[in-house]
């Protein structure tokens, strides 16, 4: 493969192990969700670790089978092309595998994809729970509470230049 496909496979393995690290300590941005139900704090956190968990686990097995798919085979051309037939591409076997043999480029790719499905499936539980822990009026009360004293959400002391013209007389 190219090298942009294993940078890119090296930043999605960060990216899945800061996953993991979040979800075993329970610390980390992943975990700053606004608007969460009066009570509900803690049994959200104790969900979202869990998920978090075997997010990164899934995360960590995707990325590293396509990691190792590209260190022990190489996509190359097999034939080259002639007058009559296009040139054939295959996956070659980089380094011998020994006893591993069996862990042909398809048989990382089903791991990969299948990792890949858990990894999606996760993300869907994840925006599921989310919805059921967060209070969705709790904006709507917000807002009410400083329209109520007149104000705005939006910052203004930028735009009000009624006591500009009183200072300046």
């Known amino acids: 493969m190219t090298g942009s496909f294993a940078m890119f496979d090296w930043l999605l393995l960060a990216i899945s192990v800061y996953v993991l690290y ?5 610390k980390g941005r992943l975990y700053s969700v606004e608007n969460i139900k009066e009570g509900k704090a803690e049994e959200f956190k104790a969900l979202s670790r869990k998920i978090y968990i075997f997010l990164g686990i899934a995360m960590v097995i995707n990325s590293a089978s396509s990691i190792l798919r590209n260190t022990f085979y190489a ?10 037939a296009s040139a ?18 398809t048989v ?12 999606l499936g996760l993300i869907v539980l994840l925006v599921v729970k989310m919805r059921k822990y967060v209070d969705k009026n709790a904006q709507a009360k917000r807002s009410q509470g400083t329209a109520a004293r007149g104000g705005s959400s939006m910052p203004s002391s930028a735009f009000n230049f009624e006591d500009d013209d009183q200072t300046t007389k």
């Open 75 to 84: 996509y190359q051309e097999i034939t080259p092309a002639t007058d009559t």
């Open 108 to 119: 990382f790719d089903v791991i990969s994809y299948t990792a890949l499905a858990v990894t």
């Open 22 to 26: 979040a979800g075993v300590v329970g």
């Open 88 to 105: 054939a591409y295959g996956w070659v076997a980089v380094k011998e595998l020994g006893a591993f043999s069996f862990l042909t480029p």
